[in-house]
């Protein structure tokens, strides 16, 4: 079953605007991470977050982490249209098999106009 | 620069005929999986490897098959392909998860399957 949910589903801003995106989770994890996707491309890595932390920061980016909710934002500061794209949070809640697997929330399409 | 490449980036087949998909990578990493993203969806993983030992989702299809000759490469073998099957189709991979933890995963750009 789909460990993340994502909210909002779709979300289109101004360039220069702020874009928050949140995830929750249902079981305990060992960290969340952060991909983005554009148009028919892979996905890229953004920002892996621990579970014993409450903070990140990349760049432009900012992800939280409250376990006791277990859910996460990720925050994109002065937009810029090429930030439009679709963001996934994924989950590392350890071991199935003999490696680590993520499994992926629903995503966010973020639009940014010019 | 080390990479993940996935080929084709397209491939259209017909109904029922096999059908593989590629990928290589150059991180060495241990660890790669397979992944299917239909359109709006997250990705799903189907299976992975971590080196030669194959795991396999438990709701991965039959139809579904992979294999890894060697480090650097792994397909996707799809046996009979039905229309449900049209997708992205994604590789990625990560380093030995159980030397090095909280490791992220590395993405190709993906196959874009298409059955007619």
């Known amino acids: 079953s789909q460990q993340g949910e994502e909210d909002p589903q779709a979300l289109s801003i101004q360039e220069g605007e702020n874009a928050t995106m949140n995830c929750s989770y249902k079981?305990?994890?060992?960290?969340l991470q952060w991909y983005r996707q554009n148009s028919g491309r892979g996905l890229v890595h953004l920002i892996l977050?621990?579970?014993?932390?409450r903070e990140k920061h990349s760049g432009r980016l900012r992800v939280t982490l409250d376990t006791s909710k277990k859910s996460s934002s990720l925050l994109i500061t002065a937009s810029r249209a090429a930030d439009t794209a679709s963001y996934f949070c994924?989950?590392?809640?350890?071991?199935?098999?003999?490696?680590?697997?993520?499994?992926f929330g629903s995503g966010t399409q973020l639009t940014v106009l010019p | 620069d080390a990479m993940v490449i996935q080929n084709p980036r397209y491939q259209v087949t017909q109904f029922g005929k096999p059908v593989t998909l590629s990928c290589s990578q150059t991180?060495?990493?241990?660890?790669m999986y397979w992944y299917q993203q239909k359109s709006s969806q997250a990705p799903k993983l189907l299976f992975h490897?971590?080196?030669?030992?194959?795991?396999n989702e438990a709701d991965t299809p039959d139809n579904f098959q992979s294999r890894r000759p060697n480090t650097s490469f792994c397909f996707l073998d799809i046996r009979s392909p039905g229309l449900g099957d049209a997708a992205m189709y994604l590789c990625?991979?990560?380093?030995?998860?159980?030397?090095?933890?909280?490791?992220?995963?590395?993405f190709g750009d993906g196959t874009r399957l298409s059955i007619l």
């Open positions: 977050i621990r579970s014993n932390e």
């Open positions: 990625a991979t990560s380093r030995d998860i159980w030397t090095f933890s909280n490791q992220p995963q590395h």
């Open positions: 994924a989950t590392d809640a350890g071991s199935s098999g003999s490696a680590r697997q993520l499994t």
């Open positions: 991180l060495n990493h241990n660890v």
């Open positions: 490897y971590y080196d030669k030992d194959f795991n």
């Open positions: 079981t305990s994890i060992n960290n």
